[in-house]
């Protein structure tokens, strides 16, 4: 089975600041990664995805992400944290269910806060 | 383009009763997939429905059930109703036979059963 660790379950930054979210998985086949955002009382929102292009994946909002194979990573960077980022963010890894059937393994997700 | 859309958004229930919660995919989407994600927690799989059968199951008792309609749209059901279900209950459509196919969310339904 496959699963990813977030760390650090809260993150707290301020206005400007490099935001960097930390995401490892485990997974015994080549990953499709994902990141979503989950701003309060609402639903999941796709930021990006990593399906064995480019290492380096651009999303939405100025985030990006890097995938590292050697290091089983799937950091979330963006270079200037804007009030607006305060929201929580989930990493997921697909993984295949039974032949044809997909699901995300979600890792616990992190709390980003934006200092003023 | 419609996205996923949820209803109802907010639901009140007791122990031992029964819930349908709804799902419309998003337009050109022919897969369902239902989470549960608890206070503090990553979402959790249910199932997944594809071509109106069950296309998979997480870890999840026999008592949540679901449906797909042939317009892809999706019901999950929950009997027997237990403290412990008080969760967000999350739908995500996707189409199928696309290399990395992508699961995309509606808002979810807040159920606390009392």
């Known amino acids: 089975a496959q699963s990813v660790t977030q760390l650090g379950s809260h993150v707290s930054v301020s206005e400007g600041a490099l935001v960097l979210l930390r995401c490892n998985y485990s997974?015994?086949?080549?990953?499709?990664l994902f990141w979503y955002v989950q701003y309060p009382n609402q639903g999941l929102q796709l930021l990006l995805k990593?399906?064995?292009?480019?290492?380096l994946v651009k999303g939405i909002n100025g985030f990006e992400a890097e995938f590292k194979k050697s290091e089983t990573s799937f950091h979330l960077t963006k270079p200037s944290a804007h009030m607006s980022d305060a929201a929580e963010y989930f990493c997921?890894?697909?993984?295949?269910?039974?032949?044809?059937?997909?699901?995300?393994?979600f890792g616990q997700g992190t709390r980003l806060t934006i200092n003023p | 383009e419609t996205g996923v859309t949820q209803s109802p958004t907010h639901l009140i229930k007791t122990r031992g009763q029964q819930v349908t919660l709804r799902c419309s995919s998003q337009s050109g989407h022919n897969t369902v997939s239902w989470y549960q994600q608890a206070l503090g927690q990553g979402p959790q799989f249910i199932f997944q429905?594809?071509?109106?059968?069950?296309?998979g199951r997480g870890n999840f008792p026999p008592r949540f059930s679901g449906l797909q309609f042939p317009n892809y749209s999706s019901e999950l059901n929950v009997n027997a109703l237990e403290l412990d279900d008080s969760a967000l209950y999350l739908c995500a459509s996707s189409l199928v036979g696309g290399r990395g196919e992508t699961q995309y969310f509606g808002p979810g339904t807040r159920l606390l059963v009392l």
């Open positions: 997921a890894v697909r993984e295949e269910v039974i032949q044809g059937a997909q699901k995300l393994v």
């Open positions: 429905y594809y071509r109106e059968e069950e296309n």
């Open positions: 997974s015994s086949v080549p990953p499709y």
């Open positions: 990593y399906t064995s292009a480019a290492t």
